[in-house]
């Protein structure tokens, strides 16, 4: 069956612009994850989406970042006034959810954005 | 505040013989933990796992070994093959809490 997919596979933007990145996770899967992995690290929790609510953003790292989920399904992560600290992979990950369980993730390749 | 932290960037082993990835971690809380592996352009893929509750886990030619004392856990690879090369990433959860934290990777280099 697909995998989860991510679009575009790269993104080149400058600075202050506003960029949206897509994720289309396995189908079934009702859980959601936005990931960004900066060159050297690894990835670093953003958001995480349980159906179309976000469940936990603890992980966005200020006000210009921005995620939806509106049917349960497609994940938009939307970044605003795009700044160069930003460059990185951004990775979206989905899985089942079983409760009192810990739930394997599955990742896509990433939208590799640059800001210049 | 790294709470997962891979301390060694890169590790070479000649193809047949064993591949040990080490992770460290500072969250007593953490009772969930994975190794994930990542080839370049794509995203990372999950290798194997152990509870708090364990203390080794095996599969295959991968085993994890967990050691709550000391925070620290290990990844085995034997005998380790030239498709093994990628970047390793050790990470943690909590249960109840779905996100996991990476630590920083490990490139494993499988010399033929």
């Known amino acids: 069956g697909a995998g989860v997919s991510q679009t575009p596979s790269n993104k080149v933007t400058e600075k202050g612009k506003y960029v949206e990145l897509r994720c289309d996770p396995i189908?079934?899967?009702?859980?959601l994850y936005w990931y960004r992995q900066s060159l050297g690290q690894g990835p670093e929790f953003l958001i995480y989406?349980?159906?179309?609510?976000?469940?936990?953003d603890s992980g966005l790292p200020n006000d210009r970042f921005f995620a939806v989920r509106p049917e349960g399904s497609v994940s938009t992560l939307k970044i605003q006034r795009t700044e160069r600290g930003d460059s990185a992979v951004y990775l979206c990950?989905?899985?089942?959810?079983?409760?009192?369980?810990?739930?394997?993730?599955?990742f896509g390749p990433g939208t590799r954005l640059t800001v210049l | 505040d790294q709470q997962v932290k891979q301390n060694s960037p890169s590790l070479s082993v000649q193809e047949g013989r064993i591949s040990i990835l080490n992770c460290d971690y500072t969250?007593?809380?953490?009772?969930?933990f994975l190794w994930y592996k990542k080839y370049p352009a794509e995203g990372p893929t999950f290798l194997i796992s152990?509870?708090?509750?364990?203390d080794k886990n095996e599969d295959g030619r991968f085993t994890v070994f967990l050691n709550k004392s000391a925070k620290h856990l290990s990844l085995h690879i034997v005998p380790s093959q030239p498709g093994d090369s990628a970047v390793y990433f050790c990470?943690?959860?909590?249960?109840?809490?779905?996100?996991?934290?990476f630590g920083q990777g490990t490139r494993l280099t499988i010399n033929p």
């Open positions: 152990i509870s708090s509750i364990k």
């Open positions: 189908s079934g899967h009702t859980a």
């Open positions: 989406f349980q159906g179309t609510g976000a469940a936990d």
């Open positions: 969250n007593s809380m953490f009772d969930y």
């Open positions: 990950a989905s899985s089942q959810v079983r409760l009192a369980a810990h739930n394997e993730q599955f």
């Open positions: 990470a943690a959860s909590i249960q109840g809490a779905q996100k996991l934290v």
